[in-house]
């Protein structure tokens, strides 16, 4: 072998910190500064004066309840109302980091609740009309009224990352899964593959949307800042989502070519990270970090007209003792039979069901491994929310990524042959 200089070493070493750098100053910055809650309002509390700081206070209060809402149903393990939309394709990332803080018990609100409490009743005390009067006249901002009374709450990452979570749950509005499905169809497949039945119930369809106005039922604010809190949370949670994941890249050496700053992508102000590598580094965290994984699979009968559900089953995979893979050990009769943080992959199986059809699917997907089945869902999705920005991955010429995306097709994991198994939605329960 041939000896290396010092210089290049060190020109190699200075090159690969640079690149990692960012990624590591970023993480850290997340993990330990703590925030404000009213880092969270989506403009400069400084300059919510005179009457504005009337709508500040109250738009403050808002947050304060949705704390407040966030704790009780985090302690009550209500993950499912962490499961937000935000509309960069990455409801997988959330669901493991959102599984992993429950397993670790990275999150303790118990020195926050008092102080939501306490601020709440000063909030009270000051937007009576005689104090908030007295308030406007002194032209005092919400930036210094907060610290004067002393009403800032500061929040970690992880705490701050649930809150977001949480509201942006609030706002979702969703289909029913098999609804869903078609609609995924005649968005991303040709048209020769609808049919004129399936168009009929696209027409009365929308896909999954966001209705930031619901978050009026929880405090006096306007739907104009609804929407702006909505924008700007989305935001920060996709941009995290990415953070998250570039970490878990810093320790996979077959990952930091693909989830480095490059290959993010920004779509409706949101952050992105191609698919399928992203999927890559969540298997192997929840392979280490031994957290089950239940497949929840919707039939759907092609030959019927009605395209309703015709039989779920939900499927418990597990590590193996001797192996840090995810294997399946047994049918379970619902998700909640398993008391543990776990990730529930729901997706649909759209075939014509002859008879003996669920013993042998479940012969033929128990043949498969479980990261071969997600791997293959993973490829077979659209890498980003803006498909024009697929051409940052085919550069890569990545052999493993086009094998999946040719095993999803030909086993069943893909839209166009939904045979076997299409992923739809990745949670945390």
Request: hydrophobic letters at 35%.
């Amino acid at each position: 072998m041939f000896k290396q200089s010092k210089n290049e070493i060190d020109n190699k070493d200075l090159y690969n910190w640079n690149l990692i750098y960012p990624i590591v100053f970023n993480y850290l910055n997340e993990k330990f500064l703590k925030k404000d809650l009213s880092y969270l309002l989506p403009y400069d509390c400084s300059n919510k004066i005179k009457l504005d700081l009337k709508k500040g206070l109250e738009e403050y209060q808002l947050l304060l309840t949705l704390l407040e809402l966030t704790i009780k149903d985090y302690k009550n393990k209500n993950l499912e109302k962490f499961d937000p939309i935000v509309g960069e394709n990455a409801c997988q990332i959330r669901a493991v980091k959102i599984a992993l803080f429950l397993k670790n018990n990275q999150v303790d609100f118990s020195n926050v609740e008092s102080k939501i409490n306490k601020a709440k009743e000063v909030i009270e005390r000051l937007l009576t009309a005689k104090t908030i009067t007295s308030l406007i006249q002194s032209k005092i901002s919400l930036k210094d009224l907060l610290e004067r009374e002393n009403l800032n709450i500061n929040l970690s990452s992880d705490e701050l990352y649930l809150l977001k979570s949480y509201i942006l749950t609030l706002t979702k509005e969703s289909q029913p899964s098999e609804k869903t499905f078609y609609i995924q169809k005649k968005l991303f497949l040709e048209k020769k593959d609808i049919s004129s039945q399936e168009n009929n119930i696209f027409s009365d369809l929308q896909r999954e949307k966001a209705n930031p106005k619901i978050l009026k039922n929880y405090g006096n604010i306007t739907s104009k800042f609804s929407e702006k809190l909505f924008r700007r949370i989305r935001k920060l949670l996709s941009k995290e989502s990415v953070n998250f994941l570039t970490k878990i890249a810093l320790n996979k050496s077959s990952l930091q070519n693909v989830l480095k700053e490059e290959f993010v992508t920004r779509h409706l102000n949101c952050y992105s990270l191609p698919m399928f590598w992203s999927y890559k580094a969540l298997i192997q965290v929840l392979e280490e970090e031994d957290i089950p994984i239940i497949v929840h699979a919707k039939f759907i009968d092609k030959d019927k007209e009605d395209f309703q559900i015709k039989d779920e089953k939900f499927l418990l995979y597990e590590n193996d003792n001797d192996f840090k893979i995810h294997s399946y050990k047994k049918n379970l009769k619902d998700i909640s039979d398993i008391d543990e943080p776990k990730i529930i992959i729901q997706g649909i199986v759209y075939d014509s069901f002859e008879e003996n059809f669920q013993n042998n699917w479940l012969n033929s997907i128990k043949s498969f491994f479980l990261k071969h089945l997600i791997l293959a869902g993973a490829a077979d999705h659209r890498q980003y929310p803006d498909e024009n920005n697929d051409y940052l991955i085919n550069s890569l010429n990545d052999k493993e990524y086009e094998k999946y995306k040719g095993l999803a097709d030909k086993k069943g994991f893909s839209l166009k042959n939904p045979s076997t198994f299409f992923i739809q939605h990745v949670y945390v329960s």
